[in-house]
């Protein structure tokens, strides 16, 4: 959906040129580490491949780029010189959403101000998702190529009010705080929502479980049962 060029970083993997193909993935995603490890890859269900044997392991190839190119390409990486146009962008939430389109507005010479009120950014993947899918490490990873750029990252942070955020000379606002609040199944006795109740074993809120049932087959429900257990 993004529109990133994976021949083209493919090809640079397979010839070794791990760096120059985390350079290709990063004209499109800032987040290699996350995308790479989590992601959904139903760009692999379009892989032509599917008609003879399998797909191409494409964001396998990206998490490789990654990991491989990342200290190369930090190493090179030159923070944007900002853009006088008049233009100061504010992102509400340090999430993937955030963290991206802070990417991208610093990038192109905007001045940025992430506003994050966690003590450290990624959102649901490093406060929800389990570590045994991905860890803090790979999630910091992508923050930095963020912080490169020149973001202005201001953690433990409260979302500002709007007439605030204009008093300051803002121009532009991106509230990308997420969905948290939970649906409700409507069933009595002791229900946990999911998204709180990982979010509270991560943070090692660990209560004594009993018998455990888990409703639904997804993603999120095998994460669930894999930390109940």
Not at 64 to 93: C, F, H, W
Not at 108 to 131: C, D, M, Q, Y
């Amino acid at each position: 959906p993004i529109g990133q060029d994976i021949p083209e970083y493919i090809e640079l993997c397979r010839q070794g040129k791990y760096a120059k193909a985390l350079e290709v993935i990063l004209e499109k995603n800032p987040l290699p580490f996350i995308t790479g490890t989590i992601c959904a890859h139903h760009c692999m269900d379009k892989c032509t491949r599917n008609f003879y044997d399998q797909s191409v392991q494409i964001r396998a190839a990206k998490l490789a780029a990654a990991e491989r190119g990342y200290d190369q390409v930090m190493a090179s990486l030159q923070t944007p010189a900002p853009v006088l146009n008049g233009k100061k962008a504010a992102i509400i939430g340090g999430g993937p959403t955030g963290m991206a389109a802070a990417y991208f507005c610093a990038r192109a010479g905007i001045p940025t101000t992430l506003f994050e009120k966690e003590a450290a950014l990624g959102g649901i993947v490093r406060h929800v998702i389990p570590s045994f899918r991905i860890s803090d490490a790979a999630i910091e990873k992508d923050a930095s190529l963020m912080r490169k750029m020149g973001v202005d990252v201001q953690l433990n942070t409260p979302t500002p009010f709007v007439g605030e955020l204009k008093a300051q000379g803002y121009t532009h606002i991106l509230f990308a705080v997420g969905a948290w609040k939970a649906g409700s199944l409507r069933i009595t006795g002791n229900v946990k929502p999911v998204i709180a109740w990982m979010r509270d074993v991560k943070a090692g809120k660990i209560e004594k479980l009993g018998r455990v049932a888990v409703v639904g087959g997804g993603n999120t429900a095998m994460d669930a049962a894999r930390l109940a257990l």
